[in-house]
């Protein structure tokens, strides 16, 4: 990693095939670190978070050193779910159904891509969200 805010090429390599999946999706670069988007909404958005640059998301993860967070959306009605499950999940001040989850080695993939698969379809017009075939 080379700059604030840099994803280890690892953690892309499994995100770009969840995300690139989808309908419509495409990559771009964030103000740091990258995020998926699906016109302009941005339903996926990963970055590596060290306290000292980035506090407000520190804060929000609760965090005391530099980790990897991949920021999302959740229908409303499984925020508390997610919530209730503690680490790695937490919940940012902004947006009602923004969650955010700490990737790590012990991080479940297949879980990840339940996450995003809704995610996506949160934000991605119902046409759209009628040919993915959502987690149960």
């Not at 690139?20 to 990258?34: H, I, M, S």
């Not at 050193?65 to 499950?85: M, Q, T, W, Y």
Request: proline share 9%; glycine share 6%; charged share 30%.
């Amino acid at each position: 990693m080379s700059a604030p805010g840099d994803v280890d090429p690892e953690i892309l390599d499994r995100l770009r095939p969840i995300c690139r999946g989808l309908p419509e999706t495409y990559e771009e670069p964030a103000w740091v670190g990258v995020r998926w988007r699906i016109r302009r909404r941005t339903f996926a958005h990963v970055l590596t978070v060290d306290p000292a640059r980035q506090a407000v998301h520190a804060r929000a993860a609760a965090l005391d050193r530099p980790a990897c967070l991949l920021v999302f959306r959740s229908p409303l009605d499984e925020i508390a779910g997610l919530l209730g499950c503690g680490y790695p999940f937490y919940k940012p001040d902004w947006g009602r159904d923004v969650m955010g989850m700490v990737l790590s080695d012990d991080t479940d993939w297949d879980e990840v891509g339940e996450l995003l698969t809704e995610s996506y379809c949160v934000l991605a017009p119902k046409r759209l969200a009628a040919l993915v075939d959502r987690p149960v």
